[in-house]
């Protein structure tokens, strides 16, 4: 046990060493796989095995989606489609009291069905938001909090790329995942909504005072377009015309569609500045995947999951409070790490877990879906706190107090989660993905 137990620490606090010294993810992840291989008490180095497990990791079909949907979404960006969206949203929210700020939010969940992650939400949309809220008004210490809480549905409402990674790891169905964080995805919306009208209320920010029928009407025309790209993803996927990767593939088609016939924005250099981003992003991204497939089976033939499974079971043999326990580490990774390596690193460890303490894999991938986005906005390190502190001219510590009211909606919809199940199983159940 002493052995199992240093050898867990070593796969632990290598990786997280290396990571903390500024060494890439993709290499952290290789690096600390061949450390272990080389311990005497790791597993025997073999240096077949790091190349099989590395190509297996990469040969996947599911991964495909991965490029696509990265594709698809910047081609939606580089066409103007963000604006329509904007407009659209001011004009069926903006009476409402804190008017800019529900725009910002029902901004963000249309903005999701196509980027699918949050740090792509808060830089692409977050000088927009941004902009438009401190112009009319709005305190900026609130202008960017609610930007920086509303970009954490991006990965939630499908397409998302964490998702897809997830569902790799985990051996979860994408489709599944996707449909299960509709629900999830519109309850964290709609719990902003509220705190933005309680805030608004009490620090009486001004609001349009009646709604313009024509312009609503004129703004819903213009952006239908931008509705009908997350319909075709998730409806395609619902009703069985297509798989979760082929739906990327259609969004693709869709969007450059709309980039040569309807915006009519789209030509051979930006298509091309769009297609060279995405080669080199899903180069590195897949490299990583590949290399945490090493790490994972090193991770399990060592029998680190067991030994992981025996000490919760230890503390209760209970699925909530493993759950519990869990989403408090992943909310502490959450706030120094990126998404995409805590669920790579991570995910190979727990799932093995899964079984032995009765959680459900899919629930617990939207349950680590919002946990990890509460992450994104958590000091010391949350990604999105930095990245908007380069796009406002507020300092970090300004933009952490407007995010702190954002937080109680948040963690109240991940409660409600964790402790009601159904809601995250109800829609996959109710399609026959679950």
Do not use: C, W
Not at 136 to 162: D, H, L, M, Q, V
Not at 286 to 302: D, E, M, Q, R
Request: aromatic letters at 10%.
């Amino acid at each position: 046990m002493t052995e199992l137990l240093m050898l867990t620490a070593a796969f632990v606090f290598v990786l997280l060493g290396l990571y903390v010294l500024g060494v890439p993810v993709a290499y952290a992840i290789g690096l600390s796989a061949v450390v272990v291989m080389v311990l005497p008490i790791g597993p025997p180095f073999n240096a077949q095995v790091i190349a099989q497990r590395m190509y297996s990791g990469m040969n996947s079909f599911v991964l495909l989606a991965i490029p696509f949907f990265l594709f698809a979404g910047r081609i939606m960006n580089a066409i103007g489609m963000t604006s329509d969206i904007f407009d659209f949203a001011e004009e069926a929210v903006g009476p409402l009291p804190g008017g800019l700020g529900h725009v910002n939010v029902v901004v963000s969940m249309i903005f999701s069905g196509m980027s699918g992650a949050a740090v792509a939400d808060a830089a692409g949309l977050g000088t927009i938001e941004y902009r438009a809220m401190t112009e009319r008004g709005y305190e900026p210490k609130f202008a960017a909090g609610i930007t920086a809480a509303s970009s954490t549905i991006g990965p939630i409402i499908p397409p998302s790329i964490p998702m897809i990674v997830y569902g790799v790891m985990a051996q979860v169905s994408i489709g599944a995942l996707f449909i299960a964080g509709i629900i999830p995805g519109i309850l964290m919306g709609i719990s902003l909504m509220v705190m933005v009208t309680f805030i608004a209320i009490r620090e009486g920010f001004a609001s349009r005072e009646a709604y313009n029928a024509r312009e609503l009407l004129k703004t819903l025309l213009r952006a239908v377009p931008a509705f009908v790209a997350p319909v075709i993803i998730v409806g395609g996927i619902i009703f069985g015309v297509f798989t979760p990767t082929e739906s990327a593939v259609v969004a693709v088609v869709y969007a450059i569609f709309l980039g040569l016939f309807y915006y009519r924005t789209l030509d051979a250099e930006s298509l091309y500045d769009v297609v060279k981003t995405t080669f080199v992003d899903t180069a590195a991204l897949i490299l990583i995947i590949g290399l945490a497939n090493l790490y994972g089976f090193l991770v399990t033939i060592s029998g680190v999951p067991r030994y992981l499974t025996e000490g919760l079971l230890s503390v209760s043999n209970s699925a909530l409070v493993a759950t519990l326990l869990l989403v408090l580490v992943l909310i502490v990774f959450g706030t120094f790490m990126e998404t995409l390596a805590i669920i790579l690193i991570t995910v190979p460890i727990l799932a093995p877990t899964f079984p032995g303490l009765g959680i459900d894999p899919l629930v617990f991938g939207i349950v680590m879906m919002i946990t990890l986005m509460i992450g994104l906005i958590t000091p010391p390190f949350g990604v999105v706190l930095f990245v908007l502190e380069r796009v406002t001219e507020l300092d970090l510590l300004d933009i952490i107090r407007g995010v702190g009211p954002f937080y109680i909606p948040l963690v109240a919809v991940l409660l409600l989660i964790i402790f009601v199940p159904e809601i995250v199983l109800y829609l996959p159940e109710r399609f026959g993905f679950a």
